[in-house]
């Protein structure tokens, strides 16, 4: 069998604090070093991925004045 994909398929685990290789469960991912859960990202990662995703949505490369009201009032 050819497990070759599986070197660039990796998650976070909180309990190793890297990226590791996991076992897929329909439910849960679990890692191959530990046995503990892992996620998609590390939570640095997420923060970072959804904080781009709601704070930017749409990036255009038009800068206009609309959208920096936007932020403004937002925050
Ligand atoms: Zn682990």
Redesign the pocket.
């Known amino acids: 069998m050819n497990y070759g994909a599986f070197q660039h398929d990796r998650k976070y685990?909180t309990?190793?604090q890297a990226y590791?290789a996991y076992l897929a469960s329909p439910t849960l991912s679990y890692?191959t070093?530990?046995g503990?859960e892992?996620r998609l990202m590390s939570p640095k990662d997420w923060e970072v991925f959804n904080h781009e995703r709601s704070s930017r949505p749409r990036p255009k490369r038009k800068k206009s004045t609309q959208t920096t009201r936007r932020k403004r009032s937002a925050v």
Do not use: D
């Open positions: 685990c309990h190793c590791v890692c070093q530990c503990g892992v």
